[in-house]
């Protein structure tokens, strides 16, 4: 029973954290805001975070576990490596749609990242791990002859980039364009750059 409430307070804090980070941004968080959303005392939350500094980088590292569990799931599902590309896509979108709070944390983040080597670190790697968990999709691709090996080696860092591309604009201005077509729009590109033929398989 211990155990569990130890966990269920940690991600009580966690939770609380990306409330606050995403009203008041990381500069203008303080722990006591933190301690009160997550309706716990201030020394309570000192406990599992003693600093500031610490508890920011264990929300990186609670991001980068959600965005590796999604990515190991498409890894993991019984589709061709053609799908499995337009799937990543469709995580991106979901994660716009029904996970946008964490997309702003995490883009405040990046520009924290920009000046602390501790969260640009942690950035690099999930970063890295998106970009390896499509290379293997890719090279898999290759493998069965789906993927044209030339251009191949490029498409990791080209849909991280089309995605990321996607999250900013969206997240300043929904309006910008609509999630469906662009993704659509996306994966065609990605299709095309592969050796693929216009559909989906």
Do not use: C
């Not at 940690?10 to 722990?31: E, P, W, Y």
């Not at 709070?101 to 995490?106: I, T």
């Amino acid at each position: 029973m211990a155990s569990n409430s130890k966990g269920s307070s940690r991600q009580a804090i966690i939770d609380a954290s990306f409330t606050v980070i995403a009203r008041n941004k990381i500069s203008g968080t303080n722990l006591r805001e933190i301690a009160k959303q997550a309706g716990i005392s201030l020394g309570t939350l000192h406990y599992y975070f003693p600093s500031k500094a610490e508890l920011l980088l264990a929300l990186l590292d609670y991001m980068r576990e959600i965005f590796s569990e999604g990515q190991r799931e498409i890894s993991e599902r019984p589709l061709t490596q053609l799908e499995k590309l337009y799937h990543f896509f469709l995580q991106e979108k979901r994660y716009l749609v029904e996970q946008r709070q964490m997309l702003e944390v995490f883009f405040d983040f990046w520009s924290q990242g920009l000046q602390d080597s501790d969260i640009q670190f942690r950035i690099q790697l999930i970063y890295d791990r998106w970009r390896q968990d499509i290379e293997a999709v890719v090279v898999e691709g290759v493998q069965t002859g789906e993927f044209d090996p030339q251009v191949a080696p490029m498409i990791p860092a080209l849909m991280v980039a089309t995605m990321e591309g996607a999250a900013l604009q969206y997240l300043m201005d929904n309006s910008v364009f609509d999630l469906d077509e662009y993704f659509e729009t996306s994966h065609k590109m990605m299709m095309r750059l592969v050796g693929v033929a216009e559909s989906r398989g």
